[in-house]
């Protein structure tokens, strides 16, 4: 049984680097997901995740770069679909020699092929953000928060989970209308 040790609203000074998905329907049987980084308060050096969707629903068709790495170089890209498992494998990275980014702006869009109606959700895996210092190192309190979204729907909700391995405290957000949040930490 969880037992909360505490409730809290997070503060932007105190939260910890969040990336997170929106999504917009375009020309009728597309959806654009853009994954998004905000509060990097350490400098970036790459992100990598898996990005899990309904294969039954969705097809890739595309991924285009943010512009959030390209404010420190020319960062190198890959991006794999991987057929019948349903999965985007992504990753970029900027060179030892080019300014890391901090703050906030957008990794990444990629435009999906709607081939059945219903909600679409998305799910990150093996997600990492790295940082170099003296040599590539995973930043801790990264958030990634999972996304759903349906054609019509006005409102989305969103539902975080983190486990910090370096110390075992659990974590949960959830973001009901993309303005209020609820934030809980579980020792």
């Known amino acids: 049984m969880f037992q909360f040790e505490s409730l809290e609203a997070t503060s932007f000074d105190e939260a910890p680097t969040r990336v997170y998905l929106n999504g917009e329907f375009l020309n009728g049987d597309l959806l654009l997901i853009s994954a998004e980084i905000e509060n990097a308060q350490v400098p970036v050096l790459g992100t990598s995740f898996h990005l899990k969707y309904d294969e039954n629903k969705l097809k890739f068709l595309r991924y285009e770069p943010g512009g959030f790495l390209e404010q420190g170089g020319d960062p190198f890209y890959l991006a794999k679909d991987i057929e019948n498992e349903g999965k985007v494998i992504f990753g970029q990275t900027l060179r030892n020699d080019d300014r890391f980014p901090v703050g906030e702006g957008d990794l990444v869009q990629f435009t ?76």
Do not use: M, P, W, Y
């Open 112 to 187: 999906f092929q709607i081939e059945e109606e219903g909600i679409f959700a998305f799910e990150f895996d093996r997600e990492v953000v790295s940082s170099l210092d003296e040599v590539r190192q995973d930043i801790d309190d990264v958030i990634f928060e999972d996304f759903s979204i349906e054609r019509g729907s006005d409102k989305e909700s969103v539902f975080a989970s983190k486990l910090d391995i370096n110390t075992g405290e659990k974590g949960f957000s959830f973001n009901f209308d993309g303005k209020n949040k609820i934030v809980i930490s579980i020792r």
